[in-house]
């Protein structure tokens, strides 16, 4: 499976941007889609995660202001971002987990099994 991301950029403070993340190759719907971001000198941590179901998982330093969805026709999945600060500026992957996957391992990076290349977003104060 191969994963493109786009939509990444340049925001001020308290600004939105969309990330968008396309699944193409051998794919499925029923995949685990998730967003990671690694910031300056900071090791790669969790975002955000959606099940095929629709369920969706966020870490606490994004929930309330960043949205996971997917549409599950085009395997596409998407983060809006909220309420940005300079503390959310980093590279911003998504990824997928194309086997089964237990609630207590969704938010470890290596549990994922397929990247997108990672797409700069940079928060101005």
């Known amino acids: 499976v191969q994963l493109q991301a786009s939509g990444g950029g340049l925001a001020q403070a308290g600004g939105s941007l969309r990330l968008s993340c396309a699944a193409s190759?051998?794919?499925?719907?029923?995949?685990?889609m998730g967003w990671f971001r690694q910031g300056p000198g900071k090791e790669r941590e969790f975002v955000a995660t959606?099940?095929?179901?629709?369920?969706?998982y966020y870490s606490d330093s994004v929930k309330g202001r960043f949205t996971i969805s997917r549409d599950n026709a085009k395997i596409t999945v998407y983060l809006r971002m909220n309420s940005l600060t300079p503390e959310d500026t980093a590279v911003y992957y998504c990824?997928?987990?194309?086997?089964?996957?237990?609630?207590?391992?969704?938010?470890?990076?290596?549990?994922?099994?397929?990247w997108g290349q990672g797409t700069q977003v940079t928060v101005s104060s």
């Open positions: 990824a997928v987990r194309r086997g089964r996957i237990v609630l207590t391992s969704i938010r470890d990076w290596y549990m994922y099994d397929a």
């Open positions: 959606i099940a095929w179901s629709g369920n969706t």
């Open positions: 190759g051998r794919t499925s719907a029923s995949y685990l």
